[in-house]
């Protein structure tokens, strides 16, 4: 059984940054690429940044150079930098066919 549970959200002012944290139970962390997605409200959910098991990340436009995704044993993080009001979402972590509960960012013009 997998579980993730994502930590770090809250409210923050345009231009501030954020770091996500989730913790992946299970013995499949290493072997598989995981990554971020969000769910604003009333859209679908996108994943938009990826890391491999060997390290190799890949953003989607909308992030990428504000965005920073890593991986630590069984941590996955994000770090988000100048945030922006069009962020606002609940982002939740992912590993193959596994979810995390999300957690809600809110970003204030």
């Known amino acids: 059984q997998v579980q993730l549970a994502e930590s770090g959200g809250g409210l923050v002012q345009a231009g501030g940054s954020l770091r996500l944290s989730c913790a992946v139970s299970g013995s499949i962390i290493g072997l598989y690429s995981m990554g971020w997605a969000r769910q604003a409200s009333g859209k679908q959910r996108d994943l938009f940044a990826t890391i491999t098991s060997t390290g190799s990340t890949n953003y989607a436009d909308s992030v990428k150079g504000r965005f920073t995704i890593s991986r630590d044993k069984n941590m996955l993080y994000l770090q988000m930098n100048s945030l922006k009001p069009e962020d606002t979402a609940v982002y939740y972590c992912?590993?193959?066919?596994?979810w995390g509960q999300g957690t809600q960012v809110t970003v204030s013009s």
């Open positions: 992912w590993v193959v066919s596994y």
